[in-house]
């Protein structure tokens, strides 16, 4: 039997508890800027709890959403910018709550890594604080793993976890149908989605992260990269609060247009769409070009300049729009919702003017 006097610790096996402890007392001020009602945003507990109560819920439904945000976190690690996924890792969570009418209410996050930094840590809870605070969600617990063996170097990936509620009978989408007309809310860039695509052709162009952004003057191609995904929920509550005319979000994640619009759309119902009429971002017309890859490919694997789609009763597309605009969300017309079925349920009658 080994001599418990020079036995192993659970540190030099790889796991250093006092790092964890450094890195909750590091984001502990950034957990608390997430207070709303219904939550104190305090972190250390086993659980954290919500008041449905006092967040002037009556009779809600609760709506729940997990992601992540992909292989733009190698991008982030290796660059060192490690701020803005803890943003993207929100954002994907809450638009995915916000598209079915709900009011993203409580976030949860799991960062897991070979070898706890505290201070790459705090630096990624800060951004989902910020995440958070553009939703109006509270930040109420998460979870730090230290996995050496797992994760090499500095390689880490995240997970989020959100919950939101509606009102009884407010859900979407409803009564969605042909003439519906879809309007397209502009994303900021790449948001979290096609990275393994982007890191490919990365690699083929033989540039490195800290090289000059050729589609963005005066920053790096990791900056340009990892612009964070924008966060809808503010502009479509308020939006969903002045207009019934809104029959339908569908938020443009991986699959692009093609796979997303179905989700919302009853049987029977597809769309056509006239891509030309989104103004395209300079990121994207630099993959194409770099890569070579189709319109209708880019349109199956990114956002393409589109993060959220609106369903519109035709007769109320420009109060809608009028109203989106009024809130800080102008959108174009990008189509409008057809009978259809099968593969023909998305058409696209005019592509991305790349």
């Known amino acids: 039997m080994a001599d418990p006097t020079n036995g192993l610790t659970y540190a030099e096996a790889g796991v250093d508890i006092d790092a964890g402890n450094r ?4 984001i502990r001020d950034s957990v608390r800027s997430t207070r709303r009602p219904g939550a104190d945003a305090e972190i250390g507990g086993f659980g954290g709890l919500f008041d449905l109560k006092a967040a002037g819920f009556t009779d809600p439904i609760l709506v729940a959403a997990n992601d992540g945000v992909g292989t733009k976190v190698k991008i982030a690690y290796e660059s060192g910018r490690n701020g803005e996924v803890g943003i993207d890792l929100v954002a994907m969570c809450v638009n995915d709550l916000v598209v079915q009418g709900a009011e993203p209410l409580f976030f949860l996050d799991y960062y897991a890594t070979g070898r706890l930094d505290p201070a790459v840590a705090a630096g990624i809870v800060a951004g ?3 995440g958070c ?10 979870e730090t793993a230290e996995m050496p063996g797992i994760y090499a170097g500095r390689a880490y990936d995240l997970a989020g976890f959100a919950v939101g509620a509606a009102e009884r009978g407010t859900l979407l989408p409803r009564g969605v149908a042909a003439g519906d007309v879809i309007l397209g809310l502009p994303s900021s860039g790449l948001h979290s989605n096609g990275f393994s695509l982007v890191r490919r052709i990365v690699e083929l ?3 490195a992260w800290d090289a000059p952004c050729p589609f963005a003057d005066g920053a790096t191609l ?4 990892l612009v964070p995904t924008r966060i809808y929920v503010k502009a479509l509550l308020a939006a969903l609060k002045r207009t019934d005319g809104i029959r339908a979000l569908a938020h443009i994640t991986g ?3 093609v796979d997303n ?6 049987d029977g119902l597809g769309c056509t769409l006239d891509l030309d009429a989104v103004a395209v971002p300079p990121v994207f017309k630099w993959l194409a070009a770099q890569g070579g890859i189709a319109p209708a490919e880019m349109a199956r694997t990114f956002n393409c300049g589109i993060g959220m789609a609106v369903v519109v009763a035709a007769d109320r597309a420009a109060e809608v729009g009028a ?3 009024d809130v800080g969300a102008p959108a174009v017309r990008i189509g409008e919702i057809t009978a259809g079925s099968g593969a023909d349920r998305v058409v696209i009658r005019r592509h991305l003017a790349l």
Do not use: K, N, Y
Request: with cysteine; charged share 15%; net charge negative.
């Open 323 to 325: 109203v989106l605009a």
């Open 133 to 142: 605070r553009q939703a109006g969600c509270a930040l109420i617990g998460g």
């Open 255 to 257: 699959g692009g247009f």
């Open 222 to 225: 990791a900056e340009g990269l």
């Open 205 to 207: 162009s033989g540039l």
């Open 128 to 130: 989902i604080a910020e």
């Open 23 to 26: 890195t909750v007392d590091l």
């Open 261 to 266: 619009l179905p989700r919302v759309l009853p």
